[in-house]
């Protein structure tokens, strides 16, 4: 199931569907009836994948696990800049219920891409940006005393010597071959009633999250148009 989506994401992103602006929000500015605004960073839906000169994507654990790292050490350093507290969910101490969010937000980001941005608009929202994970999540506001929880779904594939030279191959036939891609999105999700107050979403060339460098690039471009708090008076 995990595999469909990832090639479903993959496929929508690349395939040029997007309409719309990349980002879309509902809300202008983060609020909380604490200090500042207490956004929850899920464990980052980070993978790595090699794809071999057959076309298979076989899972990366070094790769993931160095990109999933550098990811959350950006993100620290860019709630700084939102004025907001970030608090960190360990997925080794996540419940059963609450792992399943990840799965529900990848699915639900997917839905967005192809009814949201892409060609297959739904008639039952008439344009309107309404989407959510739904009034459940509000058990994490309760765990986790936070307004705001941070979604990522993030997918690297990078082609393997022996896909390189089966697509210069192909080229010299006069047929394309996929030499990998990289694309993700992120959602903020409001913990009282689950909507999905922000979302964005970038394609190939976002940046190299296996270097520090990298990340850095990636959570600029992925974040960057997250809505700020109220606390300096100036919402973004």
Known sequence: MKLKIISLVTLIVMSGCA?????VQTVNSLESAGEKPRVLLMPPDVRYYLLTAGGVSE???EWTTA????FRNEVRAFAATRDANLVEADRDSLSEEEIVYETLHS??????LMHHYGALKLPS?????????????ASLRQQYDA???LFVHYRDYQASGGRVAFAILAAAAGVGVGMGSESGFASLVDLDTGDIVWFNMVVAGSGELRDVEGARKTVAKL?????????????E
Do not use: I
């Not at 309409?19 to 980002?23: E, G, M, R, S």
């Open 67 to 70: 990109a999933q790292q550098n």
């Open 19 to 23: 309409v719309t602006p990349n980002t």
């Open 223 to 235: 974040l960057d148009t997250m809505p700020r708090s109220q606390v300096n008076g100036s919402p």
């Open 107 to 112: 699915a639900v980001g997917t839905s967005l």
């Open 59 to 61: 899972p990366h654990e």
């Open 125 to 137: 929202k008439n344009g309107r940006f309404d989407w959510s994970l739904g009034p459940g999540v």
């Open 147 to 149: 307004d705001y929880a």
